[in-house]
């Protein structure tokens, strides 16, 4: 089983960056792919950005490539995204997800066992 929990959301201006952690615990972190997902008010959560467990593949969404970088430190336990020139419409409560079995549907919600508790991340213009 793994646990897990995010941290690093906040308020930021456009053009800034945040980076949000992932520490997962249990056996499996290591043999895990992590995402990230996103809830905007009166929006679905979406998919942000995916890793595979061994870290040698990524995947984003067009809304956020080229900006954001998912990366993943099985060593410690710990997945990273990495947020650069923010825009308002990037304001979202942002999740971690965990998925120990590695599944090529990465983009969708049902895939993922294991959530953080969400963390807020606001863009101010």
């Known amino acids: 089983q793994v646990q897990v929990v995010d941290s690093g959301g906040g308020l930021v201006q456009v053009g800034g960056s945040l980076r949000f952690s992932c520490t997962a615990s249990?056996?499996?972190?290591?043999?895990?792919?992590m995402a990230w997902f996103r809830h905007a008010p009166a929006k679905e959560r979406e998919f942000v950005a995916h890793?595979?467990?061994?870290?040698?593949?990524?995947n984003y969404a067009d809304s956020v490539r080229g900006r954001f970088t998912i990366s993943k430190d099985n060593a410690g336990n710990t997945a990273y995204l990495q947020m650069n020139h923010l825009k308002p419409e990037d304001t979202a409560v942002y999740y971690c997800?965990?998925?120990?079995?590695?599944?090529?549907?990465?983009?969708?919600?049902?895939?993922?066992?294991?959530w953080g508790q969400g963390t807020q991340v606001t863009v101010s213009s």
């Open positions: 997800a965990a998925d120990p079995w590695g599944s090529t549907s990465f983009q969708e919600l049902s895939t993922y066992d294991y």
């Open positions: 249990g056996r499996t972190f290591s043999s895990s792919a």
């Open positions: 890793i595979s467990w061994s870290g040698a593949s990524t």
